[in-house]
């Protein structure tokens, strides 16, 4: 079945591991468990990648979806 919408391709998402990328060009990759229209996403288990080098762990994270350029699924 193809994906209709961006809002379906984020909830077949839900649950996986993804890599979110911002304007700021830093990268987080973590579990996505939940979004809104806005794309705004929670992640889990959440690392934070600067320059493609692994920074710090955070845990749970909030991404506001107007910093976001790139979701894509591990």
Known sequence: ???ARPL????KARG?????????N????GIIVS???HINVVLEDAEE??????????GTVFIRGDTI??????
């Open 1 to 3: 079945m193809e994906t």
């Open 26 to 29: 830093r990268q987080y990759i």
């Open 8 to 11: 379906d391709a984020l909830n």
């Open 69 to 74: 350029t790139i979701i894509s699924t591990q």
């Open 35 to 37: 979004f809104d229209i």
């Open 49 to 58: 990648r600067v320059d493609g080098e692994m920074k710090r762990k955070l």
């Open 16 to 24: 996986k591991r993804v890599l979110v990328e911002l304007k700021n």
